[in-house]
Structures are given as structure tokens and as C-alpha cells.
């Protein structure tokens, strides 16, 4: 398995403890007689930088999709800042501060970077329909212009200045899936949730990427929760992991504890030796 290597983060999760940002509590998730989750419970605690890993089918995406809203649980609750979620649509969850970066990307390829990235803070927008037609003689025009301003920050961290006016659909996959973060990071969300942000990148490319998700929970103050299958990148930049094994929750805790944890050896790693490996690899 390779991993990225990237400083590691100072020890924020134990600043962080007892101050959770979200909370699930008991969910479960079935499609018919298929479950997807079984009575999963964890937090994360603000200013935390959390992992979500485990085998293809364990469950990963669907708990990420119950924290955003694209599924509600079957059963069990979710809270964010102490507030019952459950019932909200993503839209109403965005509002409250959620932001997120899909698997597969979901870039408007015929739109430009910057317009892309200028669609993921609509939430932000104050000035309506009305409002917006007298562009000139009310706050339309100062309100874009303040959010363009914020929009170039964002591609200016992300170093993408040199494709900012370049179609989205004609960029190279990497670059897509920055431009993907940078619309997630537009919407300045309190807690991101990032589905296997470095899939399909070389080793190059998950180097800046791990980079940018570092300076994103460490100098942005964003709380991250990250689903990622390369295991040196998480046990380098993660507080805290949570393993899934067919929908339930089989381990939990910092990334030495969940690594030595003979049930991820044999649900996710697969034999001790290669686990021994990994453990070489990551020290």
C-alpha cells in the first residue's frame, strides 16, 4: 500500500474532546431487506481531522451520505452542533455548515473553474431574483464582487490560478478533483466531508492533496471527515479513525490503536504481515 508522506498534524482531537460537532447515534440504513449500516454510533469533535476507512461494501459512503442528507437513517439520529438533523435536506444541512466532495466527480463540465467554484457559495447569497435585476442601484453588485474575492482565495490555495478561466470538463482528472475541493471549500463549511478525495491520483498529486486537507482543518479551522483507501495517507494526517466492516462500526480511536486492532487486521488489511508491513511503512 502506498502512502503519501505529509507532516503530521498536531495532536488537535485532544484539544478538541468533549466539544463534538457531530454526532450519530444508533443508525441504521437498509435498501429492502440489504443493510447498509448497522446501529453505527461516534462523534467527531470539532477541529477534528476524522477517517472513515474500511473494505469495499463496509459502508463508508453511505455514512457520509446520512451526515450530508442524501440518505435519511432508517433509524438512529444525527446531530450537528447539538442539533437534530435527521430531517433535513442537504440543502438545509449546506446552510447549516456541511460541505462535501463526491466519489465520483459532480463538476458541471461545461462550465469554467471559476463558475464552478462560484455555484458551491449560492447558499451564501443574500440578494434574490428582485433584488439581483436592479444590479446596480442595490447590494448585487458588491455581494459578487466580495464573493469573487473569496473564490480567488480559495483557487489561489489551491494553486489552480492557471486553469481558472479553462473549461472544467477539459482538465486533467487531478486538477478536476481539486477544482471539486475548491467548490466544497466555497461554501466555507464548518465540517467537510471528503469521499476518497485522492482516488485515482498519482503519488504526486496525493501529496499536495493530503497538503491541502491538512492546511484546510489546520489553518482554515475546518473539521474533516475523510473517506480515503490509501492507509499511509490516513494514519499520517488523521486525529482519529473509525473502521466499517459490513455496516457496523468494529473499531475506533487514533490511528496506532485502530492499526494494531486484530479485527481491522482482518477485516481491512488482510494478514498480520502485511499489517506488520504497514506499521514499517507508516512509522
Not at 50 to 59: D, E, L, Q, T, V
Not at 92 to 119: E, Y
Not at 239 to 244: A, K
Request: charged share 25%.
Amino acid at each position: 500500500m502506498s502512502g503519501a508522506p505529509v507532516a503530521t498534524p498536531p495532536d488537535r482531537a485532544g484539544e478538541a474532546a468533549g466539544n463534538p460537532i457531530f454526532e450519530a447515534r444508533n443508525v441504521s440504513l437498509r435498501f429492502g431487506g440489504v443493510r447498509a449500516l448497522t446501529e453505527v454510533s461516534f462523534h467527531i469533535n470539532k477541529g477534528e481531522l476524522f477517517s472513515i476507512i474500511g473494505p469495499n461494501g463496509a459502508g463508508k459512503t453511505s455514512m457520509v451520505n446520512c451526515i450530508s442528507g442524501r440518505y435519511r437513517p432508517t433509524e438512529g439520529r444525527v446531530f450537528f452542533k447539538g442539533k437534530d438533523i435527521t430531517d433535513m435536506t442537504p440543502n438545509h444541512r449546506a446552510s447549516l455548515g456541511i460541505g462535501r466532495t463526491f466519489q465520483n466527480l459532480a463538476l458541471f463540465g461545461h462550465m469554467t473553474v471559476l463558475d464552478n467554484i462560484m455555484v458551491g457559495r449560492h447558499h451564501l447569497l443574500k440578494n434574490n431574483f428582485l433584488t439581483g435585476a436592479l444590479y446596480w442601484f442595490t447590494g448585487a453588485r458588491q455581494e459578487e464582487l466580495a464573493h469573487r474575492r473569496e473564490v480567488e482565495e480559495i483557487i489561489d490555495f489551491l494553486e489552480i490560478q492557471h486553469v481558472r478561466k479553462a473549461t472544467a470538463g477539459t482538465l486533467s482528472y487531478g486538477l478536476r478533483k481539486r477544482v471539486e475541493l475548491a467548490r466544497a471549500v466555497a461554501l466555507k463549511p464548518d465540517l467537510i466531508l471528503l469521499d476518497e478525495p485522492m482516488a485515482g491520483m498519482n503519488l504526486e498529486e496525493k501529496e499536495d492533496m493530503a497538503r491541502y486537507i491538512v492546511d484546510l482543518n489546520e489553518e482554515w479551522g475546518m473539521t474533516v471527515v475523510m473517506i480515503e483507501h490509501d492507509m499511509g495517507v490516513v494514519m499520517d494526517i488523521s486525529h482519529r479513525v473509525m473502521v466499517l466492516d459490513f455496516g457496523r462500526k468494529i473499531a475506533e480511536g487514533s490511528p496506532e490503536e485502530v492499526l494494531a486492532d486484530p479485527r481491522v487486521r482482518t477485516a481491512y488489511l488482510g494478514e498480520e504481515d502485511e499489517t506488520d508491513d504497514v506499521q514499517q511503512e507508516v512509522a
